[in-house]
């Protein structure tokens, strides 16, 4: 493994290995299980692995959020150096001016896909999201981009953006990582005290349980008994510091083009999204319905 905190130092590099197969994993560091597994699955499909760590700052429309979030570079790469392969690893650390040596003037749009969801709630975070990785896109000229399908409204913004720039290269959506009681593993799950962190799995639970009612619950039925069932989650199971869920949403869409259905045959393919606050902290999920 090989870091570089300059565009140029990693394009002399990779310039040594033209002709090689590519795959790129954009993350924001406080790497887990999850991010590990897109690396590792890059290494296995390519000859070079690009990984970006950067906390790309036009992403973020809470300021707080933006501040707090963890940033752990050395642990990062001592993670990255410790995955056992012979092919190459190169990660890039740039600083925000390295990433923006000008103000961002570009904004992204992505019609109804965006209009759902994430979008309304965090205004700009996936044009933001869109800059970054189209300035990576641009950097590294990957074959192939690998994308946690737990941010899945973010997995069909890079999808429709891809179609929008005409860029020759393959999506690689990857399946959650969760931790052994459920909990969708998370950078910002780190920042959940142990007791929020020990209340955080019932989020899942609660999903999965949507899923079993599916079978004979109508869609808005299983809708209303998943956010009721968060929010009076701290009645039921008195929580120590008044720790409470508070869901900020929780949709079922069509997998494809992320707008509610109304009724289960709606669509071949079935998610809920959910984003739920914990301890101040807000914590996205997604499961499969269809
Ligand atoms: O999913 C993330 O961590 C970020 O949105 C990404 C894709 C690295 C862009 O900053």
Redesign the pocket.
Known sequence: MQSFNTIASLREELAKHKGQSLGLV???GALHEGHLSLIIRSVAENDVTVVSI?V?PI?FNNQEDLQKYPRTVDDDLKKISEIKTDKTILVLVPSVEEMYPEPVKETYHFGAIEEVMEGPRRPGHFSG?AV??RRLFDIVEPQRAY??EK?FQ?VAIIRNLLEQIKYPIEMVPCPIVRADDGLALSSRNMRLSPAARAMAPAIYDTLQHAVEMSEYEDVEDVVEWVLGTLASYHEVNPQPDGLKFEPEYFEIVNDTTLQPIESWDDAKGVVGCIAVWLDGVRLIDVVRFR
């Open positions: 954009p993350t924001m950067f790309n992403q999201v970054v990785v994308f946690g941010d973010q």
